[in-house]
Structure formats: C-alpha cells, structure tokens
C-alpha cells in the first residue's frame, strides 16, 4: 500500500499535484479541509462537533480531526493506498497517524514536499486570487500570517518523518508537469 503525506506550504501545489498522482497510482485524496466540508455539511456526529469548536473561534482537537481521517480511511477498505493532504499538521497529528495506520497494518510510506521558496509562494497565492477568487489569498497581510503559522506550527513536521527515514523533498518550482515529474521519480522509487 502506497501511503503519501503531500507536504509544502501553502501555495506549494499540493492541490494540483494530488490530482495528479490520485490517477496516476490509483490511490484516495484525503484532504482534511474536504472532510471537515463533507461532515459539517452533511451534519455528521463528527461534523457536528467540529462545527461546535469553529463557531467559538477555536481550533478543532486532534481528535476530531483524527476521527474524520480514520473513518474516512476506513470508507475505503480497497483502496491501494492514500495521499494525506493538509495532514499531519503536528508532530502529535504524526504519531496519531502512525498509531492509526499501523492498527490497520500499513504505515506512511513517504512525506513528499514540495519546496518552495517564501517570495514564490507569496507570488503564487496572489495569482490564485485572481483566478480562483479565494479572498484568502488576495491580502498580502493574509499571506504572510499562513506562511508564518505553517513555518512555526507545521513545518516542524518534516523532522518527524526524516528521523524515521520517510522524508523526500523536491524542488517545487518549475512548470506543473516539471514539478509532477519530478514527484513521480521519487515516488516511483518508493
């Protein structure tokens, strides 16, 4: 089973590398922001509890979130393996994670992360706005708070899974296909 954490800041490319791989190796795009979607839209018990934590202004436990991913991987019983996007976010989401796969007799195979240097990001968010009307992206002040919070909160991540041997970085720059080719060259050596 091919299991993959797509890491890299925001405005990396994760979103347009996972299309991509979720064909070419067949495996299921698990993305935390879709999930909390699909639970508080369809007023799930879990989408119902995280919704509780939003409207306070609060963050939603790792054991929501945790519980949406497991069932959400539990859905999929055939599946051939999974590209975690947006997760793990903390070193303690990373050890949830293990704890869980492992339970299900499989483990992350690779963090893969796509770098990126902070003035492209900036740059590439603020084409996004433009595109994908995402208001998010079009103040600069914005931009900068989620490549700050992703430096300081997220980013410590990458040491979790390069003590364990698990961690891959590409160089993200470049033109998608060069970027996807890249990807498939670690990805096939895995």
């Known amino acids: 089973m091919l299991n993959l954490v797509l890491f890299g800041p925001p405005g990396a490319g994760k979103g347009t590398q996972s299309a ?12 935390t922001g879709d ?21 306070k202004g609060q963050l939603v436990p790792d054991s929501v979130t945790i519980s949406m991913l497991e069932d959400a991987v539990n859905k999929n019983p055939e599946a051939q393996g999974f590209i975690f996007d947006g997760f793990p976010r903390t070193n303690p989401q990373a050890a949830a994670l293990d704890a869980f796969l492992s339970s299900q007799s499989t483990s992350i195979t690779s963090m893969v992360a796509l770098e990126v240097p902070e003035a492209e990001l900036r740059l590439r968010l603020a084409e996004r706005a433009k595109t994908s009307g995402r208001p998010d992206d079009a103040d600069p002040l914005v931009i900068q708070n989620r490549i ?15 003590a364990k041997g698990k961690y891959k970085g590409i160089n993200g720059v470049g033109s998608i296909e060069e970027i996807t080719e890249r990807l498939v060259a670690i990805i096939d050596t895995l």
């Open 148 to 162: 700050d919070v992703y430096n300081n909160e997220t980013a410590p991540v990458k040491a979790f899974y390069e």
């Open 35 to 55: 999930l909390f979607r699909y639970n508080i839209k369809n007023e799930t018990e879990l989408g119902v509890l995280a919704k509780s934590y939003m409207d």
């Open 20 to 31: 991509f791989l979720v064909d070419r190796y067949q495996l299921v795009h698990l993305s």
